[in-house]
């Protein structure tokens, strides 16, 4: 079975300061994707990235960061200089590479950035 | 370019109330289709998902059902909506092949009263 688990509930950081947030997964698959997704306020989930198993290179767009280890199970996302619109509830995500597998979610990660 | 709309965006009904809350997919072709619950402090819970017309698959015992008429059309129903059915339902959709990338319409705050 499959799990992701965001121990995060909610975190709050002043404006222009960065935020890591952490997902730990659980799979048996040997190849996987992860996925982190955005919920704005207006509710519906935005796409963030996608993530390959087999390939451990982490990944930088714009202010945003993906730190993926293998090793640990673990797909850390971090905002850098944050800013208010990033407030929202973030998801990490995991599904199999094979068929028309399901993703599974976490319960995610409530930011709140404080101007 | 492809879009999804679901509605209505609110919706309160009664508990033992019938529901019916419909998405549609516009700008693609035979996509897998998806229905999500997310609680209030939970994550998202996949309640059924969909790879063609009336070929649905229940990830969750409950007494809501889905239906597919329609390639692009997806259907969230209930014949008596229980308390426990309050919650965010959002639709989703993905390519055939490869499910790339989840794209999920606005959502619906259902309050069972």
């Known amino acids: 079975a499959q799990k992701v688990t965001q121990a995060q509930t909610e975190i709050s950081v002043v404006e222009k300061e960065d935020v890591t947030l952490d997902c730990v997964y659980e799979t048996r698959d040997t190849t996987y994707y992860l996925f982190w997704y955005k919920q704005p306020p207006s509710g519906e989930l935005v796409f963030l990235i996608r993530?390959?198993?087999?390939?451990?290179q982490n990944e930088i767009s714009g202010r945003y960061s993906w730190n993926f280890q293998k090793s640990t199970s673990s797909f850390n996302f971090t905002i850098t200089a944050s800013q208010v619109v990033d407030s929202a509830v973030y998801f990490c995500?995991?599904?199999?590479?094979?068929?028309?597998?399901?993703?599974?979610f976490g319960t995610g990660t409530r930011l709140t950035i404080i101007p | 370019s492809q879009t999804i709309h679901q509605w209505p965006a609110t919706l309160v009904q009664p508990v033992g109330s019938p529901l019916s809350l419909e998405c549609t997919v516009e700008?693609?072709?035979?996509?897998?289709l998806y229905w999500y619950r997310q609680a209030a402090g939970r994550g998202l819970q996949l309640l059924f998902y969909?790879?063609?017309?009336?070929?649905i698959s229940s990830e969750v015992p409950q007494n809501l059902s889905a239906s597919r008429p329609q390639d692009r059309q997806f259907i969230l129903s209930s014949k008596k909506l229980l308390l426990s059915d309050s919650g965010f339902y959002l639709c989703a959709w993905s390519v055939q092949e490869g499910s790339e990338k989840l794209f999920f319409g606005s959502g619906t705050q259902l309050s069972v009263l």
């Open positions: 969909s790879i063609g017309i009336d070929q």
């Open positions: 700008g693609t072709s035979n996509p897998n």
């Open positions: 995500a995991l599904r199999g590479v094979f068929g028309n597998e399901k993703l599974t």
């Open positions: 993530r390959n198993s087999f390939d451990e």
